[in-house]
């Protein structure tokens, strides 16, 4: 291996609604995303294959999915780790001969600690980050204010995703001296909940545009769906009546939410003039991506929860390589997180491991051909709410398999918002019959334990839940 092998920089944002950037279709203001996009290939189905935060992290570094890891929930209030045993792409490249840095949110267990091929490591967990900066006396925090309320007090410079990229910076400027390529993760916080940050102020509220479904009732859809804390927190700061006062606080919820955005667009913008300062743009690999959605009240909902609308499970993803990629690329077959390693090993030429189930995706923009029928997604346990939800999403259908709810079924081409839930109606059956034999094909393949295991196990894992960070 030698300098010549490209280098890898893989941005990665937090709980990131696909309708916040411009070049997805947003009036969002993100010019250096957009500039990237411009530049390299965009994915426009691209899924997760879970809607939360530890494992859909999971299924990113290893190519496998939750059931698969086993982090298949949100660590809340218990330890969650990612087990030593796993091949992450962090292991592959190592092997192969690359420096791996990790910079900003790692979210799966042991964060204070490097670990599986990662050789320079900076990561907090929750609000350590603010607390670290009270501590040192680089910033005075009101200790009256809930941790969580302390970001609003932040300033730019010293925000954790600004921090997080200078030391991805400073990993990269140390690097490009020495004979290795680098693998370099920037994990951004933002624009995560609780949906407040230096840039509050950066939209005006009157001009944001509301979702179409903000307070479509729930009718005919799962219970769960009205007794988690997403509707909650919904009812807390919006309200469930549609009034010119809950249209109100709802824009300003959202201007908030696209402030962060902001936050995470000029951090970008400041990564991609260093790779062009230093000359690596040619042989500098640059993914953009984040873990998961959120729901910013479409549904009368927020965040995320046991629940697979577009909002939460439909994510960004563009690549970028000047002449190895093509340019302003539009990619619309479907495409799984699970596919994300596997298109970057094709890429450098390392070999795949046979434990990582994902496909390269390289073929879709080269060629058009070896495209997915179906992505599949599973959640099982949310805010303290057990639920196991398996979903199939096929080029025309959406149909989620809730074991002890209601199920859900939506026809995304005449039904784009989901708000009719097909899966009670009789001329329905064979289709969701074929739907859940696609589910259980998809189960029996991946080595999936009996479902009676797998919903003991997720009982046994019920905990209260709070607002995750």
Not at 79 to 107: C, Q, S
Not at 126 to 139: F, M, P, V
Not at 348 to 356: A, I, K, L
């Amino acid at each position: 291996m030698n300098q010549a092998q490209p280098n890898i920089l893989l941005i990665l944002t937090d709980q990131q609604n696909v309708n916040t950037l411009g070049c997805y279709g947003s009036t969002a203001l993100t010019p250096n995303i957009d500039h990237l996009a411009n530049q390299g290939v965009t994915f426009t189905q691209h899924y997760v294959t879970s809607p939360l935060c530890v494992p859909s992290r999971g299924s990113l570094w290893t190519s496998r999915y939750p059931h698969q890891t086993g982090v298949m929930v949100n660590d809340e209030a218990r330890p969650i780790a990612l087990p030593d045993e796993a091949i992450t792409i962090g292991d592959v490249l190592k092997e192969a001969g690359y420096r791996n840095g990790y910079f900003g949110k790692w979210h799966l267990g042991r964060d204070h600690s490097p670990q599986h091929g990662f050789d320079e490591w900076w990561a907090h967990l929750r609000g350590s980050y603010e607390q670290d900066l009270a501590e040192t006396g680089a910033l005075y925090l009101d200790p009256l204010k809930d941790r969580l309320a302390q970001r609003q007090d932040v300033p730019f410079e010293l925000a954790h995703d600004t921090e997080t990229t200078n030391r991805a910076l400073a990993f990269i400027e140390d690097t490009r001296k020495g004979s290795s390529p680098f693998f370099c993760v920037v994990s951004m916080r933002a624009p995560h909940d609780p949906y407040v940050g230096p840039f509050d102020d950066a939209y005006d509220p009157a001009a944001i545009p509301l979702p179409s479904t903000a307070w479509n009732n729930l009718d005919r859809k799962p219970q769960t769906q009205n007794r988690g804390a997403p509707r909650q927190w919904f009812d807390q700061l919006v309200g469930l009546q549609r009034t010119p006062d809950s249209e109100s606080r709802l824009q300003q919820i959202i201007a908030r939410y696209w402030g962060l955005v902001r936050l995470v667009d000029i951090n970008v913008g400041r990564l991609l003039s260093a790779i062009a300062e230093n000359d690596l743009d040619d042989n500098t690999i640059i993914l953009f991506l984040s873990d998961h959605g959120d729901m910013m009240g479409a549904h009368s909902l927020f965040a995320k929860g046991l629940f697979m609308y577009e909002e939460s499970t439909r994510i960004p993803w563009i690549v970028r390589w000047p002449g190895h990629i093509p340019a302003a690329r539009r990619v619309d077959a479907l495409t799984s997180m699970v596919d994300v390693v596997p298109t970057i090993l094709e890429l450098v030429r390392v070999g795949q491991p046979t434990s990582m189930v994902g496909v390269s995706a390289r073929q879709l923009w080269d060629y058009g051909y070896n495209r997915r029928t179906a992505v599949f997604m599973e959640v099982y346990e949310s805010y303290g709410n057990w639920g196991p939800v398996l979903s199939i999403r096929t080029e025309r259908y959406k149909y989620s398999w809730y074991l002890g709810d209601e199920d859900e079924l939506y026809d995304l081409l005449e039904d784009p918002n989901e708000t009719m839930n097909l899966a009670n109606d009789r001329r329905q059956r064979d289709l969701i019959f074929g739907l859940r034999t696609q589910i259980s094909a998809w189960l029996r393949e991946s080595g999936d334990p009996s479902l009676s295991s797998l919903l003991a196990i997720s009982r046994g894992q019920v905990v209260d839940g709070s607002l995750d960070t």
